[in-house]
């Protein structure tokens, strides 16, 4: 375990002298503070729109910020030759791909809590007290940046960073509507080869529509316990086993 | 020695996949309604999570031409223009109680069509159920409109029940001995 977080700590490091980094958290912050002015021109509906603009700016940022470092990780160790140093010592090739992506993934932890902090400020700011259900949330938009960064990680290791990128944005947005969207389409299909076809495809993709459980701090509605202990196992299998299949592709790769 | 590392890989990954599914049906089994628009909607899944910014970008809209319009005209049920916006608010994020309840008074008192009001206010209701707003809504349309106290009362409990405004309790409660007056009156 101690290679991992090594890797993972020299990861998070590089990470943050990244331009991409600082300018993505700064674009979401500014999308944050900037949905207060947008929300001060409706009455009665303040509140619900500044969660509503906040919660999907999070949850983009996220996800754009898990994408834009995992996919360039491990290329990048690649191309500037520091991997060479690394994989000469007595670490394994799934250390190195853990390590990769447990720094990509604390790093993109960072910024979600930089802006979670803003985000709750402004909530204080404008309901006059802490809403707590933000923390539940946050937790759950960790997770869906942990499978994306997962999804990342794992695309870079079979192409470029910016095919990976490209692959992995794809990956996001299909998983964003795959409840809403394949799913009703999988409901409405005939059997056949067809349906099981569309079947295999749903179950690839990854389900991040879950993990959204922004109705609990927009609307206050409540979402049962079980949902998100079987939530939280899924994500942590999901993440696991893209991994999985980076790092077992990478253990067999020339560098 | 390969061959049998390959195929534990192998079943370790059929293994997860499986534990995946499974974990993954089991969740959506457990997971609360979603409204009746978000599963017939392309628009609603397609847009995916910004579909939530659009509806909230065109509120704003509507408000700015709302308010423009009663420059005008006072009487803001009347402009029937603003429904087909409003339509489109809910389809985008039909948790938009707010556009609900505007375009039902626009259709019962502006386009004075009660059953086109009573369709939108029960899909909204339908989609909102706990919604302390739309309740008291149609508490006020099924006793002004359908001169229905039976069905407006229970609607009032309902938005009592859900409101978690003090003076809003209070306000309810009042319309709730009013239509218990009605009631026995009756």
Request: aromatic content about 10%; proline content about 3%; hydrophobic content about 50%.
């Amino acid at each position: 375990m101690k290679p991992v977080w090594i890797i993972a700590k020299a990861t998070i490091l590089e990470n943050g002298r990244k331009h991409v980094f600082h300018v993505l958290c700064l674009l979401i912050l500014a999308v944050l503070v900037g949905s207060t002015l947008l929300s001060i021109f409706t009455e009665g509906v303040k509140i619900k729109m500044l969660k509503d603009l906040c919660m999907t700016g999070i949850l983009f940022g996220g996800a754009v910020l898990a994408i834009a470092l995992g996919s360039s990780g491990i290329p990048g160790d690649v191309e500037s030759r520091t991997i060479y140093p690394i994989i000469a010592r007595p670490v394994t090739r799934m250390q190195y791909v853990a390590g990769k992506y447990l720094g990509t993934l604390l790093t993109v932890v960072y910024g979600l809590a930089a802006m979670g902090a803003i985000f709750g400020v402004l909530i204080f700011a404008f309901e006059g007290g802490p809403d707590w259900s933000l923390a539940l949330v946050m937790l759950f938009a960790i997770l869906e940046v942990a499978v994306v960064a997962a999804v990342a990680t794992t695309m870079s290791v079979f192409a470029t960073p910016a095919t990976a990128s490209v692959l992995t944005f794809m990956v996001f947005v299909a998983g964003s509507i795959k409840i809403g969207y394949f799913g009703e389409m999988l409901s409405k299909m005939q059997g056949g080869a067809a349906k099981l076809t569309m079947g295999v495809f749903y179950h690839l993709v990854p389900n991040l529509e879950c993990f959204n459980i922004k109705s609990v701090l927009v609307h206050q509605e409540v979402v049962p316990v079980a949902y998100l202990i079987q939530v939280l196992a899924y994500g942590v299998i999901c993440s696991a086993l893209v991994l999985l299949i980076g790092a077992t592709r990478f253990s067999a790769k020339e560098v | 020695m390969a061959i049998r590392t390959r195929a534990m890989w192998i079943v370790s990954f059929l293994l997860l996949f499986g534990a995946m599914c499974v974990m993954e049906n089991s969740a959506l089994d457990s997971r609360p309604e979603t409204p009746q628009v978000a599963k017939t909607s392309a628009v609603y899944a397609l847009a995916g999570e910004f579909r939530v910014v659009f509806a909230n970008l065109l509120w704003i809209k509507a408000d700015k031409y709302h308010h423009e319009f009663i420059h005008q005209n006072p009487d803001w049920t009347q402009d029937s223009d603003l429904l087909g916006m409003l339509r489109m608010i809910t389809a985008l994020d039909p948790t938009f109680t707010e556009a609900y309840a505007s375009g039902v008074y626009m259709y019962a008192d502006g386009q004075k069509d009660i059953i086109a009001a009573q369709d939108y206010l029960l899909e909204g209701l339908s989609n909102n159920p706990k919604s302390a707003d739309l309740n008291r809504t149609a508490a006020i349309f099924y006793a002004r409109r359908l001169e229905d106290p039976r069905t407006a009362l229970v609607y009032a409990r309902r938005a009592q029940k859900y409101t978690t405004d003090e003076f809003d309790s209070q306000v309810v409660g009042k319309l709730i001995r009013t239509l218990e007056e009605q009631i026995a009156e009756k």
